[in-house]
């Protein structure tokens, strides 16, 4: 079975620092991978995914992560912190299983941001 | 289009009650999942469902089930309230599988007392 693991599971950054959100994934075939992120009191929002096409992968409110199989990693970064990334992020990998895919998630980073 | 609904938002129940927690999608989506999100355990699979009339178990299936009679709905019952299935719930949708984006509702956070 497929595994996420996530370094971390409380990290804290001043505003306009660089946000590094670790992940790591098991995995014997090429993954898909996801980072959705959580805002208190609401559902999961995508903001990337790694689809085999291009390795660093763009998603939204300028968030990036890079998909490197050397490392088996799939890392979470933005230049600039602002107060708004403060939330949880979910790092997580489609696995095949029974009669269809599903998502294995990670534990989850909680972001802080500080003034 | 409101994507993925869910009701209630919170509830508290008293140990061997039941309830019905309901989940609604309006993006024609055929899959559909429940997850439950405990603190510091990230998100596990309840159940799934590939289109209407087929479920599977997921991670963590006891003490629960399930029902898909329309594309749209998507039901999770507990039958048996235990302390352990405090916790929050969260159904998603997604058109696809493999790559394809899920889509989250916003949650129901269910305490057993």
């Known amino acids: 079975a497929q595994s996420v693991t996530q370094l971390g599971s409380h990290v804290s950054v001043s505003e306009g620092a660089l946000v590094l959100l670790r992940c790591n994934y098991s995995s014997s075939v090429p993954p898909y991978l996801f980072w959705y992120v959580q805002y208190p009191n609401q559902g999961l929002q995508l903001l990337l995914k790694y689809t085999s096409a291009a390795t660093l992968v763009k998603g939204i409110n300028g968030f990036e992560a890079e998909f490197k199989k050397s490392e088996t990693s799939f890392h979470l970064t933005k230049p600039s912190a602002h107060m708004s990334d403060a939330a949880e992020y979910f790092c997580a990998v489609s696995e095949w299983g029974g009669t269809a895919s599903k998502l294995t998630f990670g534990t989850g980073t909680r972001l802080q941001v500080t003034l | 289009n409101a994507g993925v609904t869910q009701t209630p938002k919170f509830r508290i129940l008293k140990i061997g009650q039941s309830m019905t927690l309901q989940c609604t999608q309006d993006m024609n989506h055929n899959y559909m999942y429940w997850y439950r999100q405990d603190p510091g355990m990230g998100l596990k699979l309840i159940y799934y469902?590939?289109?209407?009339?087929?479920?599977d178990k997921g991670e963590v299936p006891n003490g629960y089930n399930v029902s898909r009679s329309t594309t749209e709905d998507f039901p999770l019952r507990l039958e048996l309230a235990a302390p352990s299935q405090t916790s929050v719930y969260f159904c998603a949708s997604s058109r696809g599988q493999g790559q394809e984006t899920q889509y989250f509702g916003p949650g129901t956070r269910l305490l057993v007392l």
């Open positions: 469902s590939v289109g209407a009339g087929i479920t």
